[in-house]
């Protein structure tokens, strides 16, 4: 069965840059869609990024765009997200998404990642 493990969250001043990394483990047959949402205290969860399987497509959510950047590894099974300039309104769980193809359904279905914190101080 395939997880999503996500890393790179912490503490940061405003101005600051992390780097997230979220890796699928287990048998990974094929991954097509991979992404980033996050849900900050007391808001709904929102999209934050996606990127391609070829990587070539990206999108982002407007608050985002300009200051973080979405890309994967597909050798390793992995997806980033370099967040730079970061506000305090980016203080959120961050979540990592995968549309995982599953053997036995013969369909992709989606994953999620348990969640990083991404907390940023003014």
């Known amino acids: 069965q395939v997880q999503l493990v996500e890393s790179g969250g912490g503490l940061v001043q405003t101005g600051g840059s992390l780097r997230l990394s979220c890796a699928a483990s287990?048998?990974?047959?094929?991954?097509?869609?991979m992404g980033w949402y996050r849900q900050a205290p007391g808001k709904q969860r929102e999209l934050v990024a996606t990127?391609?399987?070829?990587?070539?497509?990206?999108t982002y959510a407007a608050s985002v765009k300009g200051r973080f950047t979405i890309s994967r590894d597909n050798a390793k099974s992995t997806v980033f997200l370099q967040m730079n300039s970061l506000k305090p309104e980016d203080t959120a769980v961050y979540y990592c998404?995968?549309?995982?193809?599953?053997?036995?359904?013969?369909?992709?279905?989606?994953?999620w990642g348990q969640g990083t914190l991404v907390t940023v101080s003014s």
């Open positions: 990127i391609s399987n070829s990587g070539r497509q990206t």
């Open positions: 287990g048998t990974v047959y094929s991954l097509n869609d």
């Open positions: 998404t995968a549309d995982s193809f599953d053997v036995d359904s013969t369909r992709y279905r989606t994953l």
